[in-house]
């Protein structure tokens, strides 16, 4: 290994932790230092690139797949690394944050999988992203238990062989980590501390486990930053000693430009790739973010009409499977979000039926895995994808040519019959105000109206605000989309809110600061990039 840089981190305004000093060693530090040194720079000059994108979209209201790639795309003869043996059959994945709680839960879920996640599904808080590294290096050296305060309930691990397969997800490369700055004061972008820190722990545990350090690339929107993260796992393996190629990575497809790059995307990560994800709210609250001043044809409806079956959709989701299998690389499918109700039996009838065809559907278009947010959820897509499956641990030798998706198709928003509603107005500033006064209190995975909603899904509900007020959409019931209209309604849920939980929970809750951050990211002029930027400045802790 190394020796570590001189250069060393500050933790700044930030509480101790309980055993913090077991994560935050001297040499995960001087790692991560070395990742920052490196860089952040390429990172920086890549997030410059995409305000250039977006404002060549803004200009041209189309996207193509890109020319100077074309020879890639046409070369046949290139695969991505084989799967190794741990990631080889991931037919269902289950989602959430690395608490303590949720850690066990999750890898006693039965699912192949568990995205342990330090991004949508987690505010955060200093203690979120160093603790939840603890947990995930106590779940590996089998030193983690979790009793519930409450009920008194007693949580364990199953035996070693029962757990899922743990692939992390850091934070996105747009975000910072504000606790941990180098000597001029900058602070260390979040998916490097994220990674630097789990990598350093956990790769050689992870290999002495049978498994490796496998990892989830979150709002990637094209190749280069693809390339970057190639060139941080080579640099990391060569630092820790390891041999090239033990790291996987699936990417996330979940921004528009990125999904006319999936083929690009696999190349640059070839030795490392491992697949790629179809994600729903992300990716349609890229859409409206890159086209949000391209007129009424990119005028989404309400977030539930938009299923997996709209055609602009399907592009999308036919193409990535064509993409993955082409190129030797797994498939995984969508967020099934249902919470099952423990009070009533009917709302969980009709969704498990919804859950099951979606993932019926999947797993007949051709997808490996999919994802669900819910143990109760775990057999009901194991189904679906057994009954296609069998024994089979994906179904890569499915090469789908049928599949013919042009550029057009895939931004075809117009497509879809449906309209914006006034129920959806309302249901937009629900889950955002509900959603953002959870997030200040930094919890990231919230069930919300059954749903389990994460930051992508707060996302779309404040972009479709922010379209339907910039576009002048004249919803069901005959009103047009106003500032004033989205005040009322945001004041009116305040209210309902208010009355629903009591006075003293209400004045106990972070509400108002939630309201007006909804309506300061859904009613300012200049459409702030992520949600959780600004709301990350108002993050306590």
Same mark, same amino acid.
């Given at each position: 290994?190394?020796?570590?840089?001189?250069s060393?981190?500050?933790?700044?305004?930030?509480?101790?932790l309980?055993?913090?000093?077991?994560?935050l060693?001297?040499?995960?530090?001087?790692?991560?230092?070395?990742?920052h040194?490196r860089?952040?720079?390429?990172?920086?000059?890549?997030?410059?690139?995409?305000?250039?994108?977006?404002?060549?979209?803004?200009r041209t209201?189309?996207?193509?797949?890109?020319?100077?790639t074309?020879?890639?795309?046409?070369?046949d003869?290139?695969?991505?690394?084989?799967?190794?043996?741990?990631?080889n059959?991931r037919?269902?994945?289950?989602?959430?944050?690395?608490?303590?709680?949720?850690?066990?839960?999750?890898l006693?879920?039965?699912?192949?999988?568990?995205?342990?996640?330090?991004?949508?599904?987690?505010?955060?808080?200093?203690?979120?992203?160093?603790?939840?590294?603890?947990n995930l290096t106590?779940a590996y050296t089998?030193?983690?238990?979790?009793?519930?305060?409450?009920?008194?309930?007693?949580?364990?691990?199953?035996?070693?062989?029962e757990?899922?397969?743990?692939?992390?997800?850091?934070?996105?490369?747009?975000?910072?980590?504000?606790?941990?700055?180098?000597?001029?004061?900058?602070? +260390?972008?979040?998916a490097l501390?994220?990674?630097?820190?789990?990598?350093?722990?956990?790769?050689?545990?992870?290999?002495?486990l049978?498994?490796?350090?496998?990892f989830y690339?979150p709002?990637?929107?094209?190749?280069?930053?693809?390339?970057?993260?190639n060139?941080?796992?080579?640099?990391?393996?060569?630092? +820790?000693?390891?041999?090239?190629?033990t /790291?996987?990575?699936? /990417?996330?497809?979940? @921004?528009?430009?990125?999904?006319?790059e999936?083929e690009?995307i696999?190349?640059?990560?070839?030795d490392?790739?491992?697949?790629?994800?179809?994600?729903?709210w992300?990716?349609l609250?890229s859409?409206?973010?890159?086209?949000r001043d391209?007129?009424?044809?990119? +005028?989404?409806?309400d977030?539930n009409?938009? @299923?997996?079956t709209a055609p602009?959709?399907?592009?999308?989701?036919?193409?990535?499977v064509?993409?993955?299998?082409?190129?030797?690389?797994?498939?995984?499918?969508?967020?099934?979000?249902?919470?099952?109700?423990?009070?009533?039996?009917?709302?969980?009838? /009709?969704?498990?039926?919804?859950v099951?065809?979606?993932?019926d559907?999947?797993?007949?278009?051709?997808?490996?895995?999919?994802w669900?947010?819910h143990?109760?959820?775990?057999?009901i897509?194991?189904?679906?994808?057994?009954?296609?499956?069998?024994?089979?641990?994906h179904q890569?030798?499915?090469?789908r040519?049928?599949?013919d998706?042009k550029?057009?198709?895939?931004?075809? /928003?117009?497509?879809?019959?449906?309209?914006?509603?006034?129920?959806?107005?309302?249901n937009?500033?629900?889950?955002g105000?509900?959603?953002?006064?959870?997030?200040?209190r930094?919890?990231?995975?919230v069930?919300?109206?059954n749903?389990?909603e994460?930051?992508?899904?707060?996302?779309?509900s404040?972009?479709?605000?922010?379209?339907?007020?910039?576009a002048?959409?004249?919803?069901?019931?005959?009103?047009?989309?106003?500032?004033?209209?989205a005040?009322?309604?945001?004041a009116?849920?305040?209210?309902?809110?208010?009355a629903e939980?009591g006075?003293?929970?209400?004045a106990?809750?972070?509400?108002q600061?939630?309201?007006?951050?909804?309506l300061?990211?859904?009613?300012?002029?200049?459409?702030?990039?992520f949600?959780?930027?600004?709301?990350?400045?108002?993050?306590?802790?």
């Amino acid at each position: 290994m190394s020796a570590p840089a001189p250069s060393p981190l500050a933790i700044v305004d930030a509480e101790p932790l309980p055993r913090q000093e077991e994560v935050l060693t001297e040499a995960a530090l001087a790692f991560v230092a070395e990742l920052h040194r490196r860089f952040t720079p390429r990172r920086d000059e890549l997030l410059a690139r995409r305000a250039e994108r977006r404002a060549e979209i803004a200009r041209t209201s189309t996207l193509d797949f890109l020319p100077e790639t074309a020879a890639i795309r046409a070369d046949d003869s290139w695969k991505v690394a084989p799967a190794p043996e741990a990631l080889n059959d991931r037919r269902v994945e289950i989602t959430g944050p690395t608490d303590r709680k949720m850690t066990i839960n999750a890898l006693n879920s039965g699912a192949r999988v568990w995205l342990a996640d330090f991004e949508d599904a987690s505010a955060p808080t200093w203690e979120n992203v160093v603790l939840g590294q603890l947990n995930l290096t106590d779940a590996y050296t089998r030193n983690i238990d979790f009793t519930d305060p409450k009920s008194g309930k007693s949580y364990a691990l199953k035996a070693n062989e029962e757990l899922a397969t743990v692939v992390m997800r850091p934070r996105g490369w747009h975000l910072n980590e504000r606790h941990l700055v180098d000597a001029d004061g900058t602070p +260390v972008p979040g998916a490097l501390v994220d990674f630097g820190l789990y990598f350093f722990h956990n790769a050689g545990r992870l290999l002495g486990l049978g498994k490796g350090p496998y990892f989830y690339l979150p709002k990637t929107e094209s190749h280069l930053e693809a390339r970057l993260w190639n060139e941080v796992f080579v640099f990391a393996q060569d630092y +820790v000693g390891i041999p090239q190629g033990t /790291v996987r990575a699936t /990417v996330l497809i979940e @921004t528009i430009t990125a999904a006319y790059e999936m083929e690009e995307i696999l190349y640059e990560l070839r030795d490392h790739a491992s697949g790629l994800n179809a994600g729903r709210w992300d990716y349609l609250f890229s859409i409206v973010k890159n086209f949000r001043d391209g007129g009424a044809k990119f +005028v989404l409806p309400d977030r539930n009409a938009v @299923t997996m079956t709209a055609p602009f959709m399907r592009a999308y989701t036919e193409l990535l499977v064509r993409t993955c299998h082409k190129r030797g690389a797994h498939a995984i499918g969508g967020m099934a979000a249902f919470i099952p109700s423990r009070r009533d039996a009917e709302v969980n009838k /009709v969704a498990f039926e919804k859950v099951r065809a979606d993932k019926d559907r999947e797993a007949g278009d051709g997808f490996d895995g999919s994802w669900v947010a819910h143990p109760d959820l775990v057999p009901i897509a194991m189904e679906s994808f057994d009954k296609v499956l069998g024994e089979k641990p994906h179904q890569k030798d499915r090469l789908r040519e049928d599949v013919d998706v042009k550029a057009a198709d895939l931004i075809a /928003v117009d497509s879809l019959d449906a309209k914006p509603s006034y129920a959806g107005l309302v249901n937009a500033v629900q889950v955002g105000i509900r959603y953002i006064e959870a997030w200040l209190r930094g919890l990231g995975a919230v069930a919300i109206f059954n749903l389990m909603e994460d930051a992508a899904t707060a996302e779309i509900s404040r972009s479709q605000i922010w379209q339907w007020i910039n576009a002048g959409v004249v919803l069901d019931n005959g009103e047009k989309v106003t500032a004033e209209l989205a005040r009322k309604v945001a004041a009116e849920e305040l209210a309902n809110i208010r009355a629903e939980i009591g006075d003293e929970a209400f004045a106990a809750g972070n509400w108002q600061q939630a309201h007006d951050l909804l309506l300061k990211v859904s009613l300012d002029e200049d459409y702030a990039d992520f949600l959780t930027l600004p709301a990350y400045e108002q993050l306590k802790g």
